[in-house]
């Protein structure tokens, strides 16, 4: 009798940050003899195979399938609030027709839904139909300890049970963990108070459907965050290994990633690169966005910098004049870079970066030490992992009276992180003890290889 390849219907949150994570686990998962089905939105599906080169290369190892979000082309799919609530009001019934159609279609049936964590009505789907179910978290294991923890932070006094900040106190889930101030936690971060409430929702909601999950993976390292997996037992790492996984093919990036910064690099010298990238969100005005390009300029190092067209509204052609002449010599700009490509780059000598978590594990995957510029959700608590828990990078302090980042103040930062050994050997010792959970016989390879023996059952 043929014993059927486990089918894994993989469904990201439809964003940038969550897609790649996703794409590379489902690349693992292909090399381990899985089928993959992957579910993207209608709009997104579009972009990324606009964006790949070869769109069939990933076909031939991935199914993707594509349904509608519920949101006109137009629309703004930045505006967080919106977007979670109109695919889960949108998506559910169209995930559900599309498991029915595939399963009476095919001879492979879908055997378990690997969901987002915050997609919780994908798993009460999966459920419905019966199917087994898995979820991936993309950020760190600490921020999802955090969530877990909004009835403690409500009987604590510092939030009330709409998630409206009570009370200005630190929050440190346990020793060795990062810091978060009140106003950083994910969703009071994030756009406006409707926005910070939807958000606050649907984190509460997730807290109760990921129990319907029987895998709660994520993406790091056990050695990065020992604390916070103490924590919560039931969330299994299983990164870094993502982080290094491209396997020279797309993960689903939204934009076509400019090469040519690769035989750039080729040119610098060793160890002498500020790299600068605001991951797939973040958006300048054109003060700040002035106030960088200076402080690059008066820093006087080789710099790549990534300026997505969509950085702000026109922003990529609004540098201060003559920047472009001036650096030219010395500096680059891309559209979108092959990030892990470039970090793994023996030219690069720091990482300007936003503290997306993916940015944050392709960073300390390669030894790089960072200069961190924090904007939202997340970002905040991997700030505090980078500068406060494992001394890999400097955060940059805003002006109190005008709240930007000034020019002296990032000349500063890159000279102290450029100017100490220290921060270059802790981002060495960092990627060896991270990587290892990813070798034979690490807890991210255990992990790893205990979920596909459980997929396969
Ligand atoms: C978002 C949130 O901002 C982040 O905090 C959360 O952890 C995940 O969702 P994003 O802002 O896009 O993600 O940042 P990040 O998590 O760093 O992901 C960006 C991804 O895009 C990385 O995998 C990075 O390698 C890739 N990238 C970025 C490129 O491939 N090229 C680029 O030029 C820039």
Known sequence: MVIPLPHILAIPFPAQGHVIPMMELCQCLVSQGCKVTFVNTDYNHKRI????????????????????????????????????????????????ELIKNINDSEDDNITCVLADETLGWALEVA?????????????????LTLSFSIPKLIDDGIINTKGVLLKNQMIQQAPMMPFTK?????????????????????????NQTVKLADWI???SAIDLEPAAFALAPEIQPIGPMLATTRLGISSGSF????????????????????YIAFGSFTVFDKTQFHELALGLEISNKPFLWVVREDIGNGLNHAYPDGFLDRTESRGKVVNWAPQQKVLGHPSIACFLSHCGWNSTLEGVSNGVPFLCWPYFADQFVNESYICDVWNVGERFERDEESGIIKQGEIKKKVEQVLGDDKFKNNALSLKELAMNNAMQGGQSHIVFNNFIDWLKA
């Open 255 to 274: 934009w076509a990633e400019d090469l040519s910064c690769l035989e750039w690099l080729d040119q610098q010298p060793q160890n002498s690169v500020i």
């Open 182 to 206: 009140p106003e950083n936690l994910v969703w009071a971060s994030i756009g406006d108070a409707t926005t910070q409430r939807i958000v606050f929702e649907t984190m509460s909601r997730n």
């Open 217 to 219: 993976l994520c993406n």
């Open 127 to 143: 459920e419905k139909m019966n199917i087994k179910r898995a979820v991936l978290w993309t950020s760190a294991a600490a921020v």
């Open 49 to 96: 195979i606009n964006a790949m080169s070869s769109p069939a290369h990933i076909e031939d190892q991935i199914h993707m399938v594509s349904i509608p979000d519920g949101m006109d082309p137009w629309e703004d799919r930045n505006d967080i609030g919106k977007l979670l609530e109109t695919i889960k009001r949108v998506m559910r019934a169209e995930l559900e």
